[in-house]
C-alpha cells in the first residue's frame, strides 16, 4: 500500500513563511510528478504546484513568485516553501501523486491533508 504523508501546516501571520513536506511510502518502484493542492472553505480544490522527476515545475498564478516546489526523489518525498503568506492561503493543503509506478501498475494517490491558517 502506497500512503502520502504531509507535514508542516499550522498557523502563520501574514507574511510570514512555512514548509510542507510530503514523503511518500510502501512498495514504490517509481513516481513521476508530484503536486500540491489546496482546498480553502466553500471552495474547489485547486492546483498549487506541481513538479516532475525531472525537477520541471508550474505554479498558479496566484503562488508565483511567493511559493516553491522541490523534490528529493532519493527519499520520495516533495516539498512547498511558501513565502510572504497571505490570508487567502488559507487551505488545507494536500500532497498529489498522480502516477506512482508499483508492481501491478500505476495508482494515484493522495495525502490526508494538513491545515495551513494565515491570520493575525
Known amino acids: 500500500q502506497v500512503q502520502l504523508v504531509e507535514s508542516g501546516g499550522g498557523l502563520v501571520q501574514p507574511g510570514g513563511s512555512l514548509r510542507l513536506s510530503c514523503a511518500a511510502s510502501g512498495s514504490i518502484f517509481s513516481i513521476n510528478a508530484m503536486g500540491w493542492y489546496r482546498q480553502a472553505p466553500g471552495k474547489q480544490r485547486e492546483l498549487v504546484a506541481v513538479i516532475t522527476s525531472g525537477g520541471s515545475t508550474n505554479y498558479a498564478d496566484s503562488v508565483k513568485g511567493r511559493f516553491t516546489i522541490s523534490r528529493d526523489n532519493a527519499k520520495n518525498t516533495v516539498y512547498l516553501q511558501m513565502n510572504s503568506l497571505k490570508p487567502e492561503d488559507t487551505a488545507v493543503y494536500y500532497c498529489?501523486?498522480?502516477?506512482?509506478?508499483?508492481?501491478?501498475?500505476?495508482?494515484?494517490?493522495w495525502g490526508q491533508g494538513t491545515l495551513v491558517t494565515v491570520s493575525s
Open positions: 498529489n501523486a498522480p502516477s506512482v509506478e508499483i508492481d501491478i501498475g500505476y495508482l494515484e494517490v
